[in-house]
């Protein structure tokens, strides 16, 4: 396992050491029923709801645009479920170590798309609105992956994640562009909400 898959489920957990145990346990359960699939679309102009802030200015200088959506599966939903009625600490560490998984696979994924780009920016980071994901999922059409979205916005199966990338510009992530950084409490402890590998 990577010391940076570890150091993002202990970002979600808000805690590092105790549970080490418990994460290799929850994470070789999730590698053997996850079904990763992930879908995307490119433009080379953004979209209409990418042309308002933060997003414009995150994707200042990029030259293509892709929209993004990916899922570990509804059977990493039901185990959580089961987890949630049956193990509620495991409970908790299962679903931590599901999403820092999707975000790590969805990283090795993307890096089909070459150096040339940006992290992958979702709706809800820096400020924006989560509610932007029905425009992603409204341009990318997932159908294939799985992934609907509810009435109520949210995605389903619940691991699942969509996203934008500039194309064109190499960035990485950092605190200084985020709308929580005066109350961040990872910062507060000297932690990063995703990972520790970059400041």
Do not use: W
């Not at 699939?37 to 990418?50: G, N, S, V, W």
């Amino acid at each position: 396992m990577s010391s940076l898959l570890k150091s993002r489920i202990y970002a979600y957990l808000g805690e590092s050491g105790e549970t080490d145990g418990l994460i290799d346990e929850c994470l070789e359960e999730i590698a053997s029923t996850a079904r990763f699939r992930y879908a995307y679309k490119t433009f080379a102009e953004p979209p209409e709801f990418l042309r308002r802030e933060p997003y414009s200015k995150f994707l200042e200088g990029t030259r293509g645009v892709i929209l993004s959506v990916m899922t570990l599966g509804r059977e990493t939903d039901k185990r959580i479920g089961v987890l949630a009625r049956t193990d509620m600490a495991k409970s908790v560490v299962y679903d931590a170590c599901a999403s820092a998984y999707l975000e790590q696979l969805a990283d090795e994924y993307e890096e089909r798309f070459g150096e040339d780009r940006t992290y992958r920016f979702c709706p809800g980071y820096g400020g924006s609105d989560i509610k932007d994901v029905k425009y992603i999922i409204e341009l990318v059409k997932p159908e294939a992956t799985g992934v609907t979205l509810t009435e109520s916005g949210y995605m389903l199966p619940l691991k699942s994640m969509a996203g934008i990338i500039g194309i064109g510009k190499k960035t990485e992530k950092t605190c200084a562009g985020c709308a929580q950084l005066a109350h961040c409490n990872y910062r507060q402890e000297g932690k990063r909400c995703y990972g520790s590998e970059n400041k």
